[in-house]
């Protein structure tokens, strides 16, 4: 079963915007992630929030982590038209056996 | 540093014929994952090694997928016979140990299975 799910599906925004996606997770994680996916491509590794951090910045990216509610959100600002790809956030939920787990992702087309 | 080296990157099969990906990790990792990405799909955990002993592989179809990690660091994934709904991207990625302690798992580019 997939844990985190993202929204909006999909989001089309003018270059030079803000891009905002969510995520909502069910269970206690040890730490969250955001990955991108290029059309026809593997996923690149993009940001690692800890259960213990509430904000985390790089570059252009900002992540921000709730746990009492359970969700996180990735900004990414001054959008590029490069930035067009499939969003993705995983969970490394606690326990044993820790285990990556992805949403079904979130599609952002940044318009030129 | 290289990255997650896979092959083939793309395989068209037809129904109950075979195939086998290959995946070396990035050198020195410890963790070597199997993902299966349908179309529109988040990736999904197909099996997980630590060195060439499996940590998880409670989401892999047994009765047609086989998969495995010589010496602990190559792997290999095999689907024998496959069906329709096993058309999807199988992306190897690795890390230098385990999740918990906060490492980032690296992807390769996948390989792209179309069962006719």
């Known amino acids: 079963s997939q844990q985190g799910e993202e929204d909006p599906q999909a989001l089309s925004i003018q270059e030079g915007e803000n891009a905002t996606m969510n995520c909502s997770y069910k269970t206690s994680i040890n730490n969250l992630q955001w990955y991108r996916q290029n059309s026809g491509r593997g996923l690149v590794h993009l940001i690692l929030i800890r259960s213990n951090e509430r904000e985390k910045h790089s570059g252009r990216l900002r992540v921000t982590l709730d746990t009492s509610k359970k969700s996180s959100s990735l900004l990414i600002t001054a959008s590029r038209a490069a930035d067009t790809a499939s969003y993705f956030c995983a969970t490394d939920a606690t326990g044993a056996n820790s285990k990556l787990t992805f949403g079904k992702g979130i599609t952002l087309s940044v318009r030129p | 540093e290289a990255g997650v080296a896979q092959s083939p990157r793309y395989k068209i099969i037809e129904k109950r014929q075979s195939v086998a990906f290959w995946c070396n990790p990035i050198s020195g990792h410890a963790t070597l994952y199997w993902y299966q990405q349908i179309l529109g799909q988040g990736p999904k955990l197909l099996i997980q090694f630590q060195n060439n002993g499996v940590v998880d592989d409670s989401q892999l179809p047994k009765d047609r997928f086989s998969a495995e990690r010589l010496k602990g660091v190559d792997s290999t994934l095999k689907i024998q016979p496959a069906k329709l709904e096993d058309s999807a991207v199988y992306l190897c990625?690795?890390?230098?140990?385990?999740?918990?302690?906060?490492?980032?798992?690296?992807f390769g580019e996948g390989s792209w299975l179309t069962v006719v």
């Open positions: 990625a690795s890390s230098l140990t385990e999740l918990y302690s906060g490492n980032t798992i690296y």
